[in-house]
């Protein structure tokens, strides 16, 4: 289950990961930890019954990458703005907030799940959901890292960042926050 809902992420940590060089890697680990943490923390109060988030809001969390991808098109490949650290890379808020905003789909398998899987079993979904995170940014880190995606990131992340962000954003709202 985590494996489907985060397949896309895969690419964004790799193009992320890209962007840090080596410099920021643990602020796009830490960012994915926040963006992930929260979307566990809808997905739970929302298995609890407080319905956090409406469905018919979830689309609208697509907004978040479109603009982000926007953003980041518009300022181009050498500009030093809020989505980026002073020492390079993406700032862990704009990883979280991507992160987040891509977490409609994981929202929506997880709520129904997590209510039904008890205490004790929704425990260890968090658990090892946590778990494999760490996972998951150890596999974009290692494609960031391979000699020609690394080469290709770094000619063309600066497109390829707002392309997958905006594309993500216009899936979220299309799709309806499935």
């Given amino acids: 289950m985590f ?9 964004i940590l790799a193009v992320f990961f890209g962007q840090a060089a080596g410099r920021g890697a643990a602020r796009v680990v830490l960012g994915q930890y926040l963006g992930f943490a929260a979307i ?12 956090l988030l409406p469905p018919v ?12 991808g926007v953003r980041a098109a518009w300022h181009g ?7 980026r650290s002073a020492s390079g890379g993406p700032t862990a808020l704009a ?3 991507v992160t987040f905003a891509n977490g409609g789909d ?4 997880y709520v129904p799940v997590f209510a039904n899987a008890g205490t004790a079993g929704l425990i260890v979904f968090v658990v090892g959901f946590l778990v494999l995170v760490a996972v998951w940014c150890a596999l974009g880190r290692f494609f960031a890292t391979r000699p ?7 000619r063309w992340g600066h497109v390829l960042l707002p392309v997958v962000l905006i594309g993500i954003g ?6 309806g926050g499935r």
């Fill in 77 to 83: 490949r050498h500009d030093d703005d809020d989505e």
């Fill in 57 to 68: 809001v979830l689309p609208y969390l697509g907004l978040l990458p479109l603009l982000l």
């Fill in 148 to 154: 020609v995606v690394a080469r290709a990131l770094a």
């Fill in 40 to 51: 566990l923390a809808v997905s739970v109060v929302g298995a609890l019954g407080a319905g």
């Fill in 170 to 175: 216009v899936l979220i709202l299309l799709g």
């Fill in 95 to 97: 990883v979280a907030a």
């Fill in 106 to 109: 994981n929202i929506g398998v």
């Fill in 3 to 11: 494996a489907v809902t985060n397949v896309d992420d895969i690419v």
